[in-house]
């Protein structure tokens, strides 16, 4: 860990990636297009190859992985992914590497990130939870936002690999912290999801042209970048998942384990819930075909 820090030319740093699905693959781009070697794993070994056309070695194992990184990022879809890393013969755990960062990008529960801060500190390595807000577009762009809890000395050791994915790397707290902001966060994404579906219904329902309102939106005070996102979705009829409904619904119950039970939350687990069974590979707009 002492060494990271003092490393004066942090371009030595050896870095690490598990995980290569929608947002793992150009957040993982980033960190090569800056420069960093990057060692990557998946478990389906052809999501491997865009990075490795762009320079990524590629390990077997995730216990290889860090044996031969100093900071290793994972993004899985839950917290069972995130224990199958960790465990067995061949997982992060299985040896002895006194100094590794592990930097877990994922949304999970803040009690996975505190059970796994603990062990990787039982054997000298570091653990963070950075979660990310924001989606394809913005991992692509380097545009991400990060939200980080974990130790204050493996956050500076981690910070200028995170800033290679994101316009803004925060340090909130402890262990778990940075899940907790997540959860609450992609709470009110929801919210906002299932609310600007609902609009489009009633518009539609009224001969308003779904164009002309979000225009109208586009212009006015509720103006941002997540409604024009899936306001061009829904007006292309593109369902295509950027992010899953299932995995909003995934977030909405973790959120619920964590005391979320407002009059809204409960809403919109109910309704992203009811829509899953039918739309939840899609993209989470798709909660407007549950509505309709």
């Known amino acids: 860990m ?24 150009p957040m993982a781009g980033q960190v090569l297009n800056k420069g960093y070697s990057l ?19 590629v390990a077997g194992t995730p216990g290889e992985l860090i044996a031969a990184t100093d900071i290793v990022f994972l993004m899985v879809s839950d917290d069972h992914a995130v224990a199958s890393l960790f465990e067995g013969a061949d997982g992060l755990l299985s040896k002895e590497l006194h100094g590794k960062v592990i930097v877990n990008m994922s949304t999970v529960s803040p009690a996975i990130s505190i059970k796994m801060a603990a062990a990787c500190s039982a054997v000298g390595i570091e653990y963070l939870d950075a979660p990310v807000s924001g989606s394809v577009k913005q991992a692509t762009d380097g545009q ?22 994101g316009k803004l790397v925060m340090h909130l707290g402890a262990s778990g912290i940075g899940n907790k902001a997540k959860l ?56 295509q998942a950027a992010f899953a409904l299932k995995h909003m619904v995934k977030d909405l119950n973790l959120a619920k384990d964590e005391g979320m039970d407002t009059p809204l939350a409960r809403t919109a687990l109910e309704t992203f819930k009811s829509a899953a069974a039918a739309f939840g590979e899609e993209d989470v707009i798709a909660v407007i075909k549950q509505l309709g």
């Open 2 to 25: 002492v060494n990271l820090i003092k490393n004066k030319d942090m371009k030595n740093t050896r870095a690490g990636w598990i995980g290569l699905g929608n947002m793992g693959v």
């Open 39 to 57: 060692t990557v794993y998946n478990r389906t070994l052809s999501k491997t190859e865009p990075l490795v056309a762009q320079g990524a070695k």
């Open 144 to 165: 991400l936002v990060i939200m980080v809890g974990g130790e204050e000395q493996a956050f500076h050791a981690a910070e200028p690999l995170l800033s290679c994915m």
């Open 184 to 239: 609450a966060i992609n709470t009110l994404l929801a919210i906002y999801t299932e609310g600007l579906a609902e609009i489009v219904t009633f518009s539609r329902k009224h001969q308003i042209n779904t164009e002309d309102l979000l225009t109208l939106l586009g212009n006015g005070a509720l103006s941002n970048v997540f409604t024009k996102i899936k306001g061009d979705a829904l007006l292309n009829d593109n369902y």
